[in-house]
């Protein structure tokens, strides 16, 4: 299957990158890199006549078709990218044209490419039961919180890739690896995000309040599919300190490819 991996998991996410590689093969799946892919923009542009901040995603989405169709993200933030560039290509007429006039490419775009986050490849395409029978040493009863976050659910009727309300997607793969997931209230709040940047006081405020919420609900450890979810939880934990992991994480140990990867 066609994969973006995005910049970050080839600089500070590598083990979201080298766990989700790692889990497909032992599924049978093969992640082929698109190559020459660029940054998808890291940021949804909001404005409609923003079109050289669409243009990179573009390229990959036509790479993407050309290589035989589908295209398979891990990073909460390019998926998010690539997501709704894709829904502007097919529903958006003027930035349609105005991107394939900028572009020139051998077909015009018009987002063909179906592009599905690795959680749902695992729940659509090899169904959890699929993935518990790979399940090598389970979690044993690991209280484990999922940690959706902004970009996965919203705007949902383009992401469409859970219930934005009560989603429920990362607790199905807990409890097929042999974890407990742990609901808490603040599990699709956003963690201040780039404002870290900015206005660290207030991020960290942010941060600590999805971390407290965790901790209450009785959480063992906290999962996440975005880099920069991952950055400020784990550098704005404050009183609340809780193991932040990557779900891709959590599923290699699972599946017993953990050690192989240390060596």
Partial sequence: MNYYPGCT???????LDAGARRTASALGVEM????????CGAVY??????????????????????NGGGLVTVCSACHHVLKRVNADMADNELIRRRANNYLALKKAYAGETRVVHYLEWLRDDIGFEEVKKHVARPLDGLKVAPYYGCLLLRPSDVMRFDRPDNPSIMEKLVEALGGVAVPFSRRSRCCGGYVALDDRESAQAMTES???????AGAEVVISACPLCMYNLKNGAGENKLPVRYFTELLEEAFGL???AKE
């Fill in 210 to 216: 999805v971390l407290s919420s965790a901790v209450k």
């Fill in 32 to 39: 082929r890199e698109l190559p020459e892919w660029q940054c």
């Fill in 258 to 260: 953990a050690d192989a």
């Fill in 9 to 15: 998991l080839k600089t500070k996410a590598k083990q």
């Fill in 45 to 66: 542009p909001l404005a409609e006549d923003e079109i050289s901040g669409r243009l990179s995603a573009v390229r990959t989405l036509s790479a993407a078709l050309e």
